[in-house]
């Protein structure tokens, strides 16, 4: 095919009328518009299908790419605005702060910890929206998303933040979110928590996960873990339940005068 004969192949279809050719930047990578053809040369320069028309993959990267640079610049100024001392910056903040989604879940969890109180409180209010906003029906892609950030903290975050993920993983957390959630029954500091986090969830793999957490576990947390298990329909033996035993020693005296 000569240059002539692609020049054709190119022109608007619509302007039939007239023969006019259509005319683009030849430093532009995607024309507005062009009839794809099969190969051929323009000025000696190979061209192809593919030079004419961006495929789907390209589209799709450029999506996520600019999707990510400007879920990035809102999660920073929402960490911003959330470090901010002004409660009239800092409040419509993180009462704004669902739509921020998972990106924003790491970077809200560091600022829990600040030495500020108001900010540390604020920073968790933020997150707890953003993982009520994921939980709501219908989103289960946005929910599986930030169930794997919040899973990703209980490894090394400090013992508030991973007693909060606990909690928030409660109310959101699908199967894949109790081995994780379990393997803290293991740490005397969290384990508490733990616990009672996994008997929110539904399914088979939290019962297991006790089972087999007691196992292991030593004799002070035994009966906290079968108490567990008898309300998840399981038959243990000893241990019994503990909540009817006083934790303080008391005693009685007489009181003069009394009759």
């Given at each position: 095919?000569?240059?002539h ?18 005319i ?35 589209i ?40 921020a ?8 969890a ?35 998303a930030v ?6 903290l ?66 002070e ?39």
């Amino acid at each position: 095919m000569n240059t002539h004969e692609l020049k054709s192949e190119i022109r608007n279809p619509k302007s039939e009328g007239n023969p006019k050719p259509e005319i683009r930047n030849p430093n532009s990578e995607f024309p507005a518009k062009a009839t794809p053809v099969s190969s051929g040369e323009v000025c000696g320069r190979s061209i192809r299908v593919s030079d004419l028309h961006p495929t789907p993959l390209v589209i799709a990267a450029a999506a996520i790419l600019t999707a990510a640079s400007a879920s990035a610049d809102s999660v920073a100024d929402l960490v911003t605005k959330i470090k901010s001392t002004d409660d009239q910056v800092r409040g419509p903040a993180w009462q704004g702060a669902a739509s921020a989604g998972a990106p924003a879940v790491k970077p809200l969890a560091a600022v829990m910890t600040d030495p500020d109180f108001e900010v540390a409180r604020s920073a968790k209010r933020a997150l707890w929206i953003i993982v009520r906003h994921a939980g709501r029906p219908g989103a289960d892609g946005e929910r599986q998303a930030v169930q794997s950030e919040l899973v990703a903290l209980l490894k090394d975050q400090p013992v508030p933040v991973r007693k909060e993920v606990l909690w928030m993983l409660s109310e959101i957390g699908t199967a894949e979110a109790v081995a994780p959630m379990a393997g803290l029954l293991a740490d005397a500091e969290v384990r508490e928590d733990a616990r009672c986090a996994l008997l929110r969830l539904p399914g088979p793999q939290v019962t297991e996960a006790l089972a087999k957490a007691f196992k292991t576990a030593p004799e002070e947390f035994k009966f906290a873990l079968a108490e567990s298990l008898r309300q998840r329909g399981q038959t243990v033996a000893g241990y019994p339940s503990q909540k009817l035993k006083p934790v303080k020693q008391t005693s009685l005296r007489d009181t003069p005068g009394a009759a």
